[in-house]
């Protein structure tokens, strides 16, 4: 077998893309290893093919950032009909059943969208990615095996409702924007509220507003974010300092505490809780450090 064909040297740094439909996330990062010739490339938090919006890559050294910035909050723009329940809770999952929804009120589907804010107990749907003993529930599923997954908690900070429509006199429309917690599904407050009123839900529009401190206002196609890279500069493209300082409080450091950082020595502590991204007088990201009593200790080393 011949050997693997060495990663470029590119700069470290992370891919604001703004996803288009019909990929999946597994499908960008391709896209973004064939034009950089670098296999380091990881996302933070999958988008379904049928999601558009903001998706973040991570390239070599920041790929160490992306399972802080999976953690972050984000922010969508959906669209929920109320009428009919799907294979998938979406629009890409085969209907399941149709109740007209001609007698709900648009008070009452404000109710429903409600109650589906602040601390939840949600059980992602059956097709998620949430992993089964190592396995992917959407390949049980696909498998021909009934999954029943576990409710997980979850927080919904906001859900504003912009519009209630009728495309057909049986079924209810809801364009809504919503903030949550990471590991939120959005298909699940869209079964879950219609389960409420009794006529059943799911999503026809998913896109990813926000996440963490990227929103969509920086996105941009995934070709077009590994150009920027690439040619050092531009929309789409996030220098790792800019991106770590962009998560995390900045913590500036002395050459000589960079030095020590980059040898997992410890340094003083700042007594500010919390990780901090150290900076050297150069500018460069040395580490993610956190206090540990009188020392800082490194949690994530980035050498030079």
Request: glycine residues 10%; hydrophobic residues 45%; aromatic residues 2%.
């Amino acid at each position: 077998m011949s050997p693997k064909k060495p990663d470029a040297d590119v700069p470290p740094g992370l891919l604001v893309v703004d996803k288009q439909p019909g990929m999946t996330s597994h499908d960008v990062v391709a896209i973004a290893r064939r034009a950089l010739s670098v296999r380091k490339v990881g996302h933070a938090g999958t988008l379904d093919p049928m999601a558009t919006g903001v998706l973040v890559l991570g390239v070599g050294a920041a790929t160490r950032l992306l399972g802080h910035l999976a953690g972050n909050d984000k922010s969508y723009a959906a669209t929920v009909r109320f009428g009919q329940t799907t294979v998938t809770d979406d629009r890409e999952g085969d209907v399941l059943t149709t109740t007209s929804a001609a007698e709900v009120t648009e008070a009452a589907v404000r109710a429903a969208l409600a109650a589906q804010t602040g601390p939840l107990q949600q059980v992602p749907s059956s097709v998620s990615a949430v992993k089964v003993g190592g396995v992917r529930s959407y390949d049980r599923v696909r498998a021909g095996e009934d999954v029943e997954l576990a409710p997980r908690s979850v927080t919904v900070h906001a859900l504003d409702v912009h519009q209630v429509r009728r495309p057909t006199p049986d079924l209810v429309d809801v364009d809504v924007d919503v903030t949550c917690s990471t590991g939120t599904y959005i298909r699940a407050i869209a079964r879950d509220a219609g389960a409420a009123l009794g006529v059943g839900g799911h999503l026809t529009a998913l896109r990813r507003t926000r996440s963490g401190p990227f929103d969509q206002s920086a996105a941009c196609g995934v070709a077009d974010a590994a150009h920027a890279l690439l040619a050092g500069g531009g929309a789409g493209f996030v220098p790792l300092t800019e991106a770590a300082a962009a998560v995390f409080p900045v913590r500036q450091v002395t050459a000589d505490e960079a030095v020590d950082l980059g040898h997992g020595k410890r340094v003083a502590a700042t007594g500010t809780p919390g990780l901090h991204a150290a900076v050297d007088p150069d500018g460069r990201l040395v580490a993610l450090v956190v206090d540990a009593g009188p020392a800082a200790k490194v949690e994530v080393g980035f050498p030079a």
